[in-house]
């Protein structure tokens, strides 16, 4: 069995993204942020939203961990911070339901998604550039940057909040992730 860590950035949503993986039937766990990288033993890594960028603990450790990793809000914008993209305040602000535009059919976190879904996001800050090898995925009248894919290395993010009931096709993006996990975790031929 798939075996997720969800990283706890102290969001309003976090405990919902362990619930919605623990209600698909997955392994799931929730960890501080502040937790040890060398104590994480999973097949792929959750950084949750949260309040501020300034309290991210470890996060910036766990993208090393050779892992599959799906950012949602701050956790993708931690990751494009730290791999060398740009965050900046968002012109929009607060929560709102937004139709995001899918960008690459072909992506395997969102590609399977309706060309254009109905999502929650909030866009206090958002991505504004994507970082090296990373392709944008997503995107909106909001917001440049909705999703973003580095495929090479197994790390994704998107803007919007998967885990909770206003967005369209959210458990899909939770089923596409662990799909990517269970082929890294598989035995190589």
Not at 148 to 154: A, H, I, K, V
Request: glycine letters at 10%; one cysteine or more; a negative charge.
């Amino acid at each position: 069995m798939t075996h997720i860590v969800v990283i706890d950035n102290h969001g309003q949503f976090t405990h919902l993204e362990q619930r919605a993986l623990r209600d698909m039937g997955v392994d799931v766990e929730l960890l501080d942020n502040d937790t040890p990288p060398e104590d994480i033993d999973a097949d792929g890594i959750v950084l949750s939203g949260g309040p501020d960028m300034d309290d991210i603990g470890n996060c910036p450790e766990y993208l090393d961990l050779d892992v599959p990793v799906l950012g949602i809000c701050l956790g993708m914008q931690l990751i494009a911070k730290e791999l060398g993209g740009r965050v900046g305040s968002g012109e929009y602000g607060g929560y709102a339901d937004v139709t995001v535009e899918i960008l690459d059919e072909d992506d395997p976190l969102i590609g399977s998604l309706a060309p254009e879904t109905r999502v929650w996001a909030s866009h206090a800050d958002e991505v504004k550039e994507v970082p090296e090898g990373f392709e944008r995925t997503a995107t909106s009248d909001v917001c440049g940057v909705e999703a973003m894919s580095d495929t090479d290395r197994n790390l994704f993010g998107v803007q919007w909040h998967p885990e909770v009931a206003h967005t369209e096709e959210g458990e899909a993006v939770f089923e596409n992730f662990l799909a990517v996990c269970d082929r890294q975790s598989a035995p190589k031929q």
